[in-house]
């Protein structure tokens, strides 16, 4: 992968004078802007089927995991400075067993029609929705990794569609 030198003209979120600074999108045009973020989650296959079983000593894992990672996109500019507040119209949170990992594929889907894109709240959506994993199920198993949260599409705005090679 190449690095790219950027000016310090080239910055977005510095004022001319250096200082942080919030990018102002109002000239921007309004349209439908969509992120999909992944991420995984591993264990041990013994966790991976207690998970599965219900056997969890804090309760329903996965949907708890779903619904954090839902709340999470939605507080992204909260959590992720110079982020700005968009209205999301959609967020989809996928959390699905992959006995080959041993653990959990984690999708999140979000969607807007705004100034500017919605990648963060699907970042955010993937990562909290692996921390609450991690913490619904710690007792289980202190050894889990996440790993791999990543960008795997975007579509619309100004810097065009977006598709990793990791789909």
């Known amino acids: 992968m190449s690095k790219k030198n950027f000016s310090a003209t080239d910055l977005t979120h510095l004022d001319s004078d250096g200082q942080v600074n919030m990018v102002d999108v109002s000239q921007k045009s309004v349209t439908v802007r969509r992120a999909i973020a992944l991420g995984l989650i591993r264990m041990t296959k013994d ?12 309760g329903d894992v996965i949907s708890t995991a779903k619904l954090a990672g ?8 909260q959590l992720i400075p110079l982020c700005h507040p968009l209205p999301l119209q959609k967020i989809h949170v996928e959390i ?3 006995h080959d990992l041993p653990g959990y ?13 919605v990648e963060m709240e699907a ?8 921390l609450t994993l991690y913490d619904m199920a710690k007792a289980l198993e202190k050894s889990m990794v996440i790993e791999n949260i990543h960008l795997a599409e975007k579509t619309g705005g100004k810097s065009g569609d977006y598709s990793s090679s990791e789909q």
């Open 70 to 77: 839902i709340m999470a996109a939605k507080q992204t500019a």
């Open 47 to 58: 966790t991976l089927r207690a998970i599965e079983a219900g056997n969890a000593p804090k």
């Open 123 to 130: 970042l955010t959506a993937v990562s909290v929705a692996a």
């Open 96 to 98: 699905t067993a992959d």
């Open 105 to 117: 594929q984690i999708r999140a889907e979000v969607k807007t029609k705004a100034e500017t894109g």
